[in-house]
């Protein structure tokens, strides 16, 4: 099959004939239907994930077929369109069985532990208790935009953070994940103050219902323009970017026993940030991680999809081609454009 592969970090993926995958006796192969562009995938590139071999084929947010299956899977048959989380738990360790797969002690993560979707068929393990079968209404470019920002924002909001209805959630950076992020925290009745550098990122936050947004480069401080507009601070904030900045600023423009998630990734010599512990300690504020969703929590999502409380398909950006996928990922670092872009060709 071609896939998109790279033999050197930070050096441009090329298409390559790769043998076509087989699956494990736990696993699955699933012809991809999309696949997301990631910033995540970014990262792996550039070299900031230590789980990544080369040579690698990137992807993660992967929606698709199952064509073949492993001899101990007795749940999935070819023909079945699913979708996964980004981390898929190995069920037996002690975060899988208390449901916690996001955190699993042995995950199985395509696109970094071992090779991904950015190409026409991937092979998954621990097929059996991770797939998730997609309603018919959901077409596949918009499960796969689901697969890491959408998800991993829903249990950021929703989950850790749990947002309440009139709750104010401030939302940093408005990317993929920030705008999910902005679009969750409203249909769960937050109002939401979106806050970002672009003017054109803040308009789509407007649009998916952001109450009010801040333009960083604009104010003198963006931590008193939060405090001043949420009448004492937000109830929850997100740093959605992942920068050392953002993550100051969404603790410190928390009122009094306020919640934090951090949901973008802060990795290479940027993983150690300052943060504001005296207001932690002194406001007793809450400070939560985010990393993805486990797949049996996934039915309050596509519940709320189905009814038409969420509709991540506003998100999609570009649809590419896999040769697009490449120009896609290796220019991430510019945040050209809004939304999330998914590879449908290949």
Not at 90 to 111: K, T
Request: hydrophobic content about 40%.
């Amino acid at each position: 099959m071609r896939a998109a592969v790279y033999e050197q970090f930070q050096h441009r993926p090329e298409i390559r004939t790769v043998p076509d995958p087989v699956p494990t006796p736990d696993g699955v192969v699933l012809e991809v239907g999309a696949t997301g562009v990631c910033r995540s995938d970014w990262h792996g590139w550039m070299g900031h994930d230590p789980d990544i071999r080369l040579p690698h084929v990137p992807g993660h947010e992967i929606a698709g077929t199952v064509v073949a299956v492993g001899a101990d899977v007795r749940r999935w048959r070819p023909g079945d369109r699913v979708t996964l989380p980004f981390v898929a738990g190995c069920g037996r360790c002690a975060e899988c069985q208390a449901g916690q797969q996001q955190v699993c002690e042995q995950q199985f993560q395509p696109g970094f532990t071992h090779w991904g979707s950015f190409a026409p068929f991937v092979g998954i393990h621990y097929a059996e208790q991770n797939l998730v079968r997609l309603p018919d209404s959901l077409d596949f470019v918009t499960a796969a935009s689901l697969g890491c920002r959408f998800a991993t924002s829903f249990r950021a909001v929703a989950q850790q953070g749990r947002v309440r209805g009139g709750e104010w959630l401030a939302v940093h950076g408005c990317g993929g994940v920030g705008l999910s992020a902005v679009m969750i925290g409203r249909a769960l009745g937050a109002r939401v103050v979106a806050v970002d550098i672009d003017d054109a990122k803040l308009a789509r936050a407007r649009e998916l219902g952001a109450e009010v947004t801040v333009n960083s480069r604009h104010v003198p401080d963006t931590v008193q323009a939060v405090r001043d507009l949420t009448g004492g601070g937000a109830h929850v904030s997100l740093d959605a970017l992942g920068h050392p900045q953002t993550a100051f600023n969404s603790v410190a423009n928390l009122r009094r026993r306020g919640r934090h998630v951090q949901v973008g990734l802060l990795l290479s010599d940027q993983s150690r940030p300052a943060l504001p512990m005296d207001a932690v300690i002194a406001r007793e504020l809450e400070l939560y991680g985010s990393h993805g969703m486990a797949a049996h929590t996934y039915p309050e999502m596509l519940g709320m999809i189905e009814s038409g409380l969420l509709n991540p398909a506003a998100l999609i950006g570009e649809r590419l081609s896999l040769e697009g996928g490449i120009e896609a990922l290796v220019t991430m670092d510019r945040f050209a454009g809004t939304g999330v872009n998914v590879i449908d060709r290949f």
